[in-house]
């Protein structure tokens, strides 16, 4: 069977999503997957970005990650998503995407991707959960697969057992307190592996 092609899509503006984007696909190339990774555009000022140390430092970490287009998510058989949450809520960068995919919705094309989804906060309780779902609640209405990665591993409960997708806190200093390289790699994985199915079915 041809390779389930995986489009692994993020926002980062302390790197921490830009690693758990990396670890996704590494996990998903583990798989054999064909994995291409992109960043959604930025809608801050430079301004705004250059005054902030980590924010620049990431910025230019990820300067040659493209930029997403519709045409990547109509090529991708399946798509994780990472991002840090926004009092609950994905970033306006990630709707600001999501929300000009309507051409493509409307065709039908968004119909049957296996899509996932990751976050981070500062604290424990910080709205991954919810930033996960709003997330999904957005791929629902694409006709997508939501394959979340569930307690199907025991690597979710070393990573802090979120069943909705791999969740991680980022302390002050922006160190990553659970370590979920694990966990990421099985989300990746087990998306992979859904995605297969739906592929082979098709």
Avoid: C
């Amino acid at each position: 069977m041809e390779k389930v092609k995986l489009a692994v899509i993020f926002y980062s503006m302390g790197g921490t999503n830009y690693q758990l984007a990396k670890w996704a696909k590494e996990g998903a190339e583990e798989a054999g997957a064909d994995v291409k990774i992109f960043k959604v555009q930025e809608l801050a000022p430079e301004s705004v970005v250059a005054s902030n140390e980590v924010w620049k430092r990431t910025t230019e970490a990820t300067k040659d990650i493209p930029v997403v287009t519709s045409a990547d998510i109509e090529w991708a058989d399946a798509i994780i998503f990472s991002v840090p949450t926004r009092f609950g809520n994905m970033p306006s960068q990630m709707k600001q995407f999501l929300d000009t995919q309507g051409g493509l919705w409307a065709s039908g094309k968004t119909v049957n991707k296996v899509v996932s989804a990751m976050s981070s906060a500062q604290n424990p309780h910080g709205g991954q959960e919810a930033t996960i779902l709003s997330l999904y609640t957005s791929m629902m209405h694409w006709g997508a697969i939501i394959a979340a990665p569930g307690y199907t591993d025991p690597v979710t409960f070393a990573a802090g057992g979120n069943p909705y997708g791999t969740s991680v806190t980022v302390d002050e200093k922006g160190n990553m307190v659970e370590d979920v390289q694990a966990a990421v790699k099985h989300q990746a994985k087990r998306t992979i592996t859904v995605a297969g199915w739906v592929k082979k079915g098709m």
